[in-house]
């Protein structure tokens, strides 16, 4: 999973810590914490896992960012929320 994707655009709201998905097709929700949200929101298809890495690592903890995101889209494609 180079280029991750969503597996199609949901709408969202927030709700204290917690982003709510709603798949427009089920209505079906998910729950995601704010971090996997900003992960997702990058699953355009065109952003790579290096860029995505690039955006959140600060002072050289790359490898720590980059194990981290690789979790958290492993999790979101599990939930069936990227491809």
């Not at 949901?10 to 995601?32: A, E, Q, R």
């Not at 065109?46 to 002072?59: C, G, L, P, Q, Y």
């Not at 995101?69 to 494609?77: A, D, T, V």
Request: aromatic residues 8%.
């Amino acid at each position: 999973m180079k280029f991750p994707k969503k597996s199609k655009e949901m709408k969202w709201s927030k709700l204290g810590n917690t982003y709510i998905l709603v798949d427009p097709d089920t209505n079906k929700t998910f729950n995601i914490d704010p971090i996997s949200f900003l992960v997702w929101i990058q699953c355009d298809g065109e952003t790579s896992i290096e860029r995505m890495t690039d955006v959140f690592s600060v002072n050289g903890n790359r490898d720590i960012v980059k194990a981290a995101i690789k979790g958290i889209l492993e999790k979101l494609s599990k939930s069936e929320l990227i491809v």
